[in-house]
């Protein structure tokens, strides 16, 4: 394990659908109901029903047993209504806690930075490639979701199915990491690993995706899609 967080690095000669991310699912609350009575026994209980669906339409009680039952119904449907909005906040606040944020900048430093290595060393610069980009994200939004950095084996298929199902057809090359607080460490990182290294200053490579994300447990997730000019 690195200093700062993991990583992996995964390369392929050529690129082989798979991918859902894990839905969130909220806590499940539960309704609670009131009863309320009335001299002895159930508030309307000598109401005809056809009366009672009058009364729920806005007709004004004509005595004291239909003021009562109107005054239960209400009492019922107040919980009721405070039931839904707690837990419609409670299921906010917890899609909240998982939410996944993205920092775009953050991702266009990384792929300069690259850049600035691979002219170090005499390489051409790597381009955006949207296609890679897809690949790159829906694999670092699983890799948030499931809290768990790996190139396979975590609900999304493997590096070459999910780039070829974006349609890039060339060879390719991954990079993983988790756990790193900025561009400039999960680069110096993954130059620091042979693998990732590789990766990075393959003269092959002309294409390059890239995201970042912090997930809901606060952790940092990096993926860099590498692939050959078509």
């Known amino acids: ?31 609670r109901t009131t009863t309320a009575t009335t001299g002895g026994g159930a508030a309307g209980s000598g109401i005809p029903a056809e009366r009672r669906q009058q009364l ?13 039952w109107v005054g239960a119904v209400q009492a019922v449907y107040d919980v009721l209504v405070s039931e839904v909005v707690r837990l419609a906040q409670s299921r906010s606040a917890y899609a909240a806690g998982r939410q996944v944020a993205e920092d775009s900048s953050f991702e266009a430093q990384v792929l300069q930075l690259v850049n600035v290595e691979r002219a170090r060393y005499g390489l051409q610069p790597l381009s955006y490639d949207q296609r890679l980009d897809m690949a790159a994200e829906s694999h670092n939004m699983q890799q948030a979701t499931t809290r768990t950095m ?10 070459g199915s999910r780039i070829r199902a974006t349609g890039f057809r060339q060879a390719w090359g991954e990079n993983v990491a988790t756990g790193q607080l900025s561009p400039a460490q999960v680069v110096q990182e993954w130059m620091a690993s042979p693998g990732h290294r590789r990766n990075i200053l393959d003269p092959n490579y002309r294409l390059l995706g890239v995201s970042y994300l912090v997930g809901g447990d606060g952790r940092t997730y990096w993926a860099q899609e590498f692939g050959a000019a078509g």
């Open 1 to 31: 394990m690195l200093l700062g967080g993991n990583n992996f690095s995964l390369t392929d000669t050529v690129g082989t659908p798979g991918g859902a991310i894990r839905p969130v699912v909220a806590p499940v609350g539960s309704v």
């Open 150 to 159: 790996a190139h396979d084996g975590i609900g999304d298929g493997d590096p």
């Open 56 to 68: 729920m339409q806005g007709l004004a009680p004509s005595n004291a047993a239909e003021q009562a």
